[in-house]
């Protein structure tokens, strides 16, 4: 793929996140801030073990699976709506996304079908605009099984902070493109 010389900046960006069912719910968020910050992504994504004689280090090892974390913010505009999504609706299951289905499966810890036990998680996609600026298509970044949560703040406006963890339970949680 080409790659285009143009650093991305915000307007580049959009997020959608997406549910299970056989056709998606999905969402593209509103209003957000342009500032998606993914953390901890390593080659393996492992953590790592050194190990030390006595205090002097002679090796290291890759050890336990890493749970990465992103965040971003995007600007409060309804807790919840009965015929179109909120962000909230998505962290919370209501709304719209009442009867969403969990993209980590119940057999991993995810949600079951009745949606009364175990972990919500969703989708979450980032595509960077790339083919407008010589690319020969779009960059994304698909975390496929996050459990997301909010905080509120007021301001001007209100602001939502959403932080989620990628759960690493098939070896394409994490795609690039």
Not at 17 to 33: K, M, N, R
Not at 134 to 144: I, L, M, Y
């Amino acid at each position: 793929m080409a790659l285009a010389a143009v650093p991305f900046v915000p307007s580049d960006g959009a997020l959608v996140f997406s549910d299970a069912t056989g056709t998606p719910l999905t969402f593209t968020v509103p209003y957000e801030d342009g500032n998606l910050s993914f953390g901890t992504i390593s080659h393996n994504q492992k953590a790592v073990q050194e190990f030390l004689h006595r205090g002097r280090w002679y090796g290291v090892r890759e050890t336990d699976d890493v749970t990465p974390e992103f965040t971003f913010t995007a600007h409060l505009i309804g807790f919840t709506d009965a015929s179109s999504a909120t962000l909230l609706d998505i962290v919370r299951r209501t709304g719209v996304w009442a009867a969403a289905v969990s993209t980590l499966p119940a057999s991993a810890g995810g949600m079951n079908a009745g949606g009364t036990k175990g972990v919500w998680c969703v989708q979450l996609k980032w595509t960077g605009e790339r083919s407008d600026f010589g690319g020969t298509a779009d960059s994304t970044v698909t975390a496929k099984y996050c459990r997301i949560t909010a905080e509120i703040a007021e301001g001007v406006p209100a602001k939502l902070t959403i932080t989620g963890q990628m759960f690493p339970y098939s070896t394409d949680y994490l795609a690039w493109t």
